[in-house]
C-alpha cells in the first residue's frame, strides 16, 4: 500500500499574492498621490470686495434676506415679462405687500437697522441705516441671476443715486466707496447657504 501525504489547497499561496499586490497599490498610489492634485490658486479679492465669511451676523442675515428676496424679485420680473409682456421691476410697495424681508417694516427690520428702502432703477434696489446699529447700508441688483449686493461698511460711503441715462455703473460704487460682496471666494469655507 502506497501512502502519499496531500496538502490541503486552502488557498494561502493566492491570499499571499492577493495581499501583495494590494499592498504593492496602495504603495504606488501613496507613491504618486502628491503629483496627482490639482493645484488651485486662490485670486485675492479687489479692494472693493469682501468674502461673505468675513462679514458680521448683522450682514450676514441682511444678505441671507436679500438672497432670497433677490429669487422673489427675479420671479416678479419675469412673471411681468411673460403674462403682462412688460419689463416691469417690482417696486417698494409691491415688495412690502407680499410681506417680503427685508422689506417690510417689522421687528427684524427695527433689529437690522431700520433701512429706509428705494427702487432706485429697475433692478437695483437701495436701503439706507437709519440707525446707529445694525447692519450696514445696502444695495441689491437684481439683474443678473446671481445676486450683487453691495454694503456701505466705511463712513464715508455715499448713497447710490444713477446717473442720467439710469445706467447702472459698479463703478460707480467703487468710487462712492461701496464695498461688493463675493459669495464663493474660497471653496473650503462654507458661504451662505441658497
Not at 503629483?35 to 450682514?59: F, G, M, R, W
Not at 443678473?144 to 442720467?164: G, H
Amino acid at each position: 500500500m502506497i501512502r502519499q501525504a496531500v496538502s490541503s489547497d486552502n488557498g494561502s499561496k493566492e491570499g499571499k499574492w492577493v495581499g501583495g499586490i494590494i499592498v504593492s497599490i496602495l504603495l504606488l498610489a501613496t507613491v504618486l498621490l502628491p503629483y496627482h492634485q490639482n493645484k488651485t490658486k486662490i485670486q485675492p479679492l479687489d479692494a472693493h470686495q469682501i468674502a461673505v465669511t468675513e462679514l458680521s451676523s448683522e450682514e450676514l442675515a441682511m444678505v441671507a434676506e436679500l438672497r432670497l428676496a433677490h429669487e422673489e424679485i427675479r420671479n416678479l420680473h419675469q412673471d411681468s415679462r411673460e403674462f403682462e409682456h412688460q419689463n416691469h421691476w417690482p417696486n417698494m410697495a409691491e415688495l412690502s405687500e407680499l410681506w417680503l424681508a427685508p422689506f417690510i417694516e417689522d421687528k427684524s427690520w427695527e433689529r437690522k437697522g431700520r433701512h429706509q428702502w428705494q427702487h432706485i432703477n429697475d433692478a437695483i434696489y437701495q436701503g439706507l441705516r437709519r440707525d446707529n446699529q445694525g447692519a450696514s447700508s445696502v444695495i441689491l441688483n437684481s439683474s443678473r441671476p446671481e445676486p450683487d449686493i453691495w454694503l456701505a461698511l466705511s463712513k464715508q460711503t455715499t448713497p447710490l443715486f444713477t446717473n442720467n441715462d439710469g445706467a447702472f455703473e459698479p463703478q460707480q460704487l467703487i468710487d462712492q466707496g461701496w464695498t461688493q460682496i463675493v459669495f464663493n471666494h474660497d471653496s473650503n469655507k462654507q458661504a451662505l447657504a441658497h
